[in-house]
């Protein structure tokens, strides 16, 4: 994967992290640069006008984009969470609700379709991730790709929890069962094989999928022993903490 610039044409345009678990110079896009890479380099590959950014907020990753890709007409769509102002770069925002679980699903019809669809840790807070996908394969061009990110089910964090009989899913007091807010907690993960049925559901293909270690993990020594264990096992590419799978027509 090539390497974006650092340069920042807007002002307060990263953000540190403010969270003891990463050390003091993270900041949004030290944890987030593995989707940043990605999202280049399929630019790159395929050369797309159009993107469409599902789930976009709070829009810090599309201002990344559209700083090293100007040309390209950058939509989100989404829900705001109150704070569309942020989104500083794209040249459209469309305010969705995805998850009949949130309320009535209320997708917005845009008359045009995309060269390259981007879900970025989206489908693991979806309870319901059906119209999240029958959507990117309604707004897909013919030759477009869609790259959706998501947490791997079988990380060796993940599995670590279980096996000392805790949950490896959010904590209960940060989950839907216990909260009724803007936030999000993870619902369901999933395993590779998951992903691309749910893909073959809705006419779409997968052309590559890969386990990778996250960026976040390089900020998160804090941790000690759990941090070492954790990078040691993201050798076995099942064992990491997340994955992609870029999808097109099928």
Not at 10 to 38: E, H, M, S
Not at 143 to 169: D, E, H, M
Not at 190 to 210: A, Q, V
Request: proline share 5%; charged share 25%; net charge neutral.
């Amino acid at each position: 994967m090539s390497t974006p610039h650092s340069r920042n044409t807007w002002p307060g345009f990263d953000q540190r992290i403010n969270n003891p678990t990463y050390i003091d110079t993270a900041t949004y896009f030290d944890l987030a640069a593995d989707r940043v890479r990605k999202i280049d380099e399929l630019i790159k590959q395929s050369r797309p006008t159009s993107i469409l950014d599902i789930g976009y907020f709070p829009g810090l990753i599309g201002r990344r984009i559209k700083e090293m890709h100007p040309d390209i007409h950058l939509v989100g769509i989404g829900k705001s969470n109150g704070a569309a102002a942020k989104a500083v770069g794209y040249d459209e925002i469309h305010d969705a609700e995805f998850d009949p679980f949130y309320g009535v699903v209320s997708i917005p019809r845009i008359d045009r379709k995309f060269d390259l669809i981007l879900g970025c840790e989206i489908i693991e807070h979806l309870i319901q991730p059906k119209p999240f996908l029958s959507f990117i394969a309604d707004s897909l061009s013919d030759n477009g790709s869609t790259l959706i990110t998501t947490p791997n089910v079988s990380s060796f964090g993940a599995i670590g929890r279980l096996l000392k009989g805790k949950s490896n899913y959010e904590a209960l007091k940060h989950s839907v069962i216990m909260l009724n807010n803007d936030w999000r907690a993870h619902v369901r993960l999933y395993d590779r094989s998951e992903l691309i049925e749910l893909g073959r559901m809705f006419g779409l293909h997968c052309t590559e999928h890969r386990y990778y270690r996250n960026s976040a993990m390089d900020h998160e020594k804090a941790k000690g022993a759990t941090w070492l264990l954790r990078s040691t096992f993201s050798a076995i590419p099942t064992y990491r903490e997340d994955q992609y799978a870029v999808f097109q027509r099928a």
